[in-house]
């Protein structure tokens, strides 16, 4: 079986923090990934953003947890 992965970072807020306020913070995120240096500093960096909303940070991440849930579950894996 072959696979292929890679790590990601997302942008979070807690859970009830009001939908004006996340609105709010993600045109000013969305604004900053849409800026040149910004965009270069990051692939400095080895990162390739993906902008985007908190429903699609909220579907990616439920599809990880569809991913790799089984395999944590099936090889018992856990933090140290």
């Not at 890679?6 to 807690?14: D, L, M, R």
């Amino acid at each position: 079986m072959r696979m292929e992965t890679y790590a990601w970072q997302g942008v979070v807020a807690p859970a009830g923090t009001p939908a004006e306020i996340q609105r709010k913070f993600n045109v000013e995120l969305q604004a900053a990934l849409a800026n040149e240096t910004v965009r270069r500093k990051l692939a400095d960096a080895g990162l390739d953003p993906i902008p985007g909303d908190p429903a699609h940070m909220n579907r990616y991440v439920a599809e990880e947890v569809v991913r790799w849930h089984p395999l944590i579950k099936e090889r018992q894996l856990t933090l140290d």
